[in-house]
Antibody, heavy 116, light 112 residues
Framework: EVQLVESGGGLVQPGRSLKLSCAAS????????MAWVRQAPKKGLEWVAT????????YYPDSVKGRFTISRDNAKSSLYLQMNSLKSEDTATYYC?????????WGQGVMVTVSS | DIVMTQGALPNPVPSGESASITCQSS???????????LNWYLQRPGQSPQLLIY???TRASGVSDRFSGSGSGTDFTLKISSVEAEDVGVYYC?????????FGSGTKLEIK
């Protein structure tokens, strides 16, 4: 059974950093692109980052480019999102997702609140 | 960036009736390989999103055949035949053609 379990969320002050993790199981992690998608409270879905199978290619929207870094450790079947210079508008539930022809598996999400 | 625009539903929809959700993209999502890179997701209340349809009309594994996707390069429809209580939630379209990947704003389905 495919499982994606996010961790690392919490309350953080504006301008500070936070690192999210996603532990994957039930599939060959190294064979798939992976992604982070977020959802602000009572808002829609926003794609945040994608990483290739080897980690050599990464993609970001302008809203997080230069502040967020997606990475992976295939030996540990883990995905990460390093978030720096956090802003209040980064407050959201962050989902880890397996990227294939769509996002066919999602984690349960982890909440990040950016507030002083 | 490709902008995805979703239509609204005349909620609530009577149980057993069909419902159609529309989505329009600002650029054709038809790839040179012949596939149209349009996905549909359902987010039930309190749950993570679930992939329903990919490549505009292919149902994801385990998805009921009451869900069907259709469209052209820029205009798309998700049809739900005979809506049931479990279909309640917000439906999102997403373009998977190019970065930045973008979602529609969502369409809420309520059942009467």
């Amino acid at each position: 059974e495919v499982q994606l379990v996010e961790s690392g969320g919490g309350l953080v002050q504006p301008g500070r950093s936070l690192k999210l993790s996603c532990a994957a199981s039930g599939f060959t992690f190294s064979n798939y692109y992976m992604a982070w998608v977020r959802q602000a409270p009572k808002k829609g879905l926003e794609w945040v980052a994608t990483i290739s199978t080897s980690g050599s290619r990464t993609y970001y929207p302008d809203s997080v480019k230069g502040r967020f870094t997606i990475s992976r450790d295939n030996a540990k079947s883990s995905l990460y999102l390093q978030m720096n210079s956090l802003k209040s508008e980064d407050t959201a539930t962050y989902y880890c997702a397996r990227h294939y022809y769509g996002y066919n598996y999602w984690g349960q999400g982890v909440m990040v609140t950016v507030s002083s | 960036d490709i902008v995805m625009t979703q239509g609204a539903l005349p909620n609530p929809v009577p149980s057993g009736e069909s419902a159609s959700i529309t989505c329009q993209s600002s650029k054709s999502l038809l790839h040179s390989n012949g596939k149209t890179y349009l996905n549909w997701y359902l987010q039930r209340p309190g749950q993570s999103p679930q992939l329903l349809i990919y490549w505009m009309s292919t149902r994801a594994s385990g998805v009921s055949d009451r869900f069907s996707g259709s469209g052209s390069g820029t205009d798309f429809t998700l049809k739900i035949s005979s809506v049931e209580a479990e279909d309640v939630g917000v439906y999102y379209c997403q373009q998977f053609l190019e970065y930045p990947l973008t979602f529609g704003s969502g369409t809420k389905l309520e059942i009467k």
